[in-house]
């Protein structure tokens, strides 16, 4: 049964910091992300990592997010700094068999988690 469970969400003031983290069991992946959807918007592509250890950011997260795996205990991070109220959303991790590549912010993931809330204050 594959599981993909997500934890560390919360509620923080801007300029604060949040690690999620998301338990992958189950599963033979290649390319694990993270991924957001705040109410009245868009699902989001944060952050990927291939197997190899090759990252891809969303532009607006760039110097601030920080995605890594312990790929012996098949953990997904993100590492959330100066966090602004526009990262306020649902966050999501997920996971697929095929490499990140470069669509992977469209989301066509085989797996996801039930998300873990992130919400920032001004």
């Known amino acids: 049964q594959v599981q993909l469970v997500e934890s560390g969400g919360g509620s923080v003031q801007a300029g604060g910091s949040l690690r999620l983290s998301c338990v992958v069991s189950g599963y033979t992946y290649r390319c694990l992300a993270w991924f957001r959807q705040a109410p009245g918007k868009e699902r989001e592509g944060v952050a990927a990592?291939?197997?190899?250890?090759?990252?891809s950011y969303t532009e607006s997260v760039k110097g601030r997010f920080t995605i890594s795996k312990d790929n012996a205990k098949n953990i997904l991070f993100l590492q959330m700094n100066s966090l602004e109220p526009e990262d306020t959303a649902m966050y999501y991790c997920?996971?697929?068999?095929?490499?990140?590549?470069?669509?992977?912010?469209?989301?066509?993931?085989?797996?996801w988690g039930q998300g873990t809330q992130v919400t920032v204050s001004s």
């Open positions: 997920a996971a697929d068999s095929s490499r990140c590549g470069g669509n992977w912010r469209g989301g066509g993931f085989r797996y």
């Open positions: 990592v291939d197997r190899d250890g090759t990252t």
